[in-house]
């Protein structure tokens, strides 16, 4: 399977190849020199926090020490 590099240096991944990686339009993936190569995988995406902690005893402990602060303040 070859492609021709174009004018601004981009090539098209095969389809094949995009579909067996699970890559599709929009997605990062990552290049690097393996010896005479180039490589290339999909990029990992760091995990979502957005909603880790709720319920947990931290989020209890952080929003006690916000009300704290705010009760000080106003106090002052």
């Given at each position: 399977?070859?492609?021709?590099?174009?004018?601004?240096?981009?090539?098209?991944?095969?389809?094949?190849?995009?579909?067996?990686?699970?890559?599709?339009?929009?997605?990062?993936?990552?290049?690097?020199?393996?010896?005479?190569?180039v490589a290339v995988r999909p990029a990992?995406?760091?995990?979502?926090?957005?909603?880790?902690?709720?319920?947990?005893?931290?989020?209890?402990?952080?929003?006690?020490?916000?009300?704290?602060?705010?009760?000080?303040?106003?106090?002052?």
């Amino acid at each position: 399977m070859t492609h021709r590099v174009g004018p601004k240096g981009q090539v098209v991944i095969p389809k094949e190849l995009r579909d067996e990686l699970g890559i599709e339009p929009g997605d990062e993936v990552s290049f690097w020199r393996h010896g005479d190569h180039v490589a290339v995988r999909p990029a990992v995406r760091p995990e979502s926090l957005r909603g880790r902690f709720k319920g947990s005893e931290l989020t209890a402990e952080l929003e006690a020490e916000r009300r704290a602060d705010r009760e000080r303040d106003r106090s002052t």
